[in-house]
């Protein structure tokens, strides 16, 4: 090793360059640290690598040397008897806050998994599988909701899904035109979702899809979107003034047995009625997925989604 890696060399060249006098226990300490590295560097056979090793090693050796020296000119002699003083923090540093996880969006409204939209008196109990918030229920309709403002279409941004069923049997009168449905209302009623289907894809003005076959819960049927055209918008007003030439001021999709008004109907101009016409053991089903022309893609997902997971029972 050569003069210049000597550690006594190295400490007496730092003294000479500020204290005089490095305390004999310091030194000590210093010198026995130094050498218990050195010993254990060493071991080994003489090659490339081991060198290469000792030569950091002394590098390091002469670093925490010079560390421990200035940081005793700096905080004075240990005291008799004791550790010394433990540093004090440097008021004028900046500490850096943690950086905190964000907190996860918490799931509001129904809970994940199935939830039946049916009451218990229907013939059919209709479950579907919750997969993202803020659904709420809508036990009067028979369905659930998502982002209700309050609004009609076209205006709003929320959407619905409901679930009807009816006894094996019942008839549907689908309106030749929605609007004057009391004067367009069939003799013959439909009864399957092929006839049900097939005449909402001829009412007026609805530019209705084609109807195409689906299962649903492992149930078959049709399925169909039907709207309600724009040109019955008024800014500003009410429902019932949009459709005031309508009849009774409604614009209908659907009778049914027994009834002498529409069994449904639409809430405003632009709304889009996504149909799933399934015959469950006989009885007919009908999910609507209702929404506007407003309603965020993603949700229009979301609600089609929650329709096809349905179960019957």
């Known amino acids: 090793m050569t003069a210049s890696r000597d550690p006594d060399r190295l400490i007496h060249a730092y003294l000479q360059e500020g204290a005089e006098v490095l305390q004999d226990r310091v030194y ?28 950091a090693a002394g590098l390091g050796v002469a670093a925490a040397v010079v560390a421990l020296v200035v940081g005793i000119q ?43 939209l049916t009451g218990s008196a229907d013939p059919v109990q209709v479950a579907v599988t919750i997969t993202s918030p803020s659904w709420v229920a809508l036990p009067e309709f028979d369905g659930v909701g998502k982002n209700d403002d309050g609004l009609d279409p076209p205006q709003t941004v929320g959407a619905a899904l409901i679930a009807w069923g009816w006894p094996a049997g019942t008839g549907f009168y689908v309106y030749g035109d ?12 439909a009864t399957t979702p092929e006839e049900i289907a097939t005449a909402l894809a001829a009412q007026a003005s609805r530019e209705a899809t084609a109807p195409v076959d689906v299962t649903v819960g492992g149930y078959a049927g049709k399925a169909i979107t039907v709207h309600v055209p724009m ?35 639409n809430q405003g101009p632009g709304q889009v009625d996504d149909l799933w016409i399934i015959d469950v053991n006989g009885s007919i089903v009908i999910l609507d997925a209702m929404h506007g022309p407003a309603v965020p893609a993603s949700l229009v997902d979301e609600i089609r989604a929650l329709a096809e997971s349905a179960t019957f029972e």
Not at 35 to 55: A, F
Not at 244 to 257: K, M, P, R, T, W
Request: net charge negative; proline share 14%; charged share 20%.
């Open 28 to 55: 000590d300490v210093v010198r026995a640290e130094i050498d218990r590295k050195r010993q254990r560097v060493l071991i080994g056979p003489w090659r490339t690598p081991i060198m290469n090793k000792l030569t």
């Open 74 to 116: 700096l905080l004075g002699p240990p005291a008799p008897g004791g550790s010394g003083a433990s540093p004090s923090a440097d008021p004028s540093a900046t500490v850096e806050p943690s950086p905190t996880a964000p907190s996860a969006t918490p799931w509001t409204g129904l809970s994940q998994g199935p939830f039946v």
């Open 178 to 189: 929605p609007c004057h449905w009391a004067t367009t209302t069939p003799e013959a009623p």
């Open 231 to 265: 040109e019955y918008e008024v800014p500003g007003a009410s429902r019932e003034e949009e459709f005031a030439e309508c009849d009774q001021s409604i614009f209908g999709l659907y009778g049914v047995d027994g009834e002498t008004e529409p069994a449904r109907n």
